[in-house]
């Protein structure tokens, strides 16, 4: 199971990781639907937060081999730090904030909208 564990920069005024519940909703795998968790399930806004996914296969012939994170925009997130997870790789996704943000460190014209795991090439996935 890929297990994405990051942490937020912090961006005091705007209660950033209050999107953490919403980003639950948010996580979506590829086609068969499965039981993705995270964990923890709330942070305190404006803290760094460790995020643990986990994404349990339902069927003994079934593989996973991709999981897709989705940031909801009325909550932005400045930056993640992923830990890296043997035989998959990841890409983070960035995009312009709908509204001109500040942080403790100045403006910010990035943040981030999603997270994808795929398998690594020649990987099995998680059985």
Not at 33 to 62: C, I
Request: net charge positive.
């Amino acid at each position: 199971m890929p297990a994405g564990i990051f942490r937020p920069r912090r961006l005091s005024r705007l209660g950033v990781l209050a999107a953490v519940g919403a980003a639950t909703l948010a996580v979506a795998v590829t086609p068969a639907s499965a039981h993705v968790s995270v964990a923890p399930a709330t942070a305190a806004p404006g803290a760094y937060t460790t995020l643990t996914f986990k994404v349990p296969n339902e069927q003994d012939s079934a593989s996973t081999t991709s999981l897709d994170v989705q940031f909801p925009s009325e909550a932005p997130i400045a930056s993640v730090s992923v830990q890296p997870k043997a035989g998959w790789d990841y890409r983070i996704t960035k995009s312009k904030p709908a509204r001109p943000l500040r942080s403790d460190d100045g403006v910010v014209d990035e943040v981030v909208s999603r997270i994808t795991w795929t398998v690594a090439q020649g990987s099995p996935g998680i059985r």
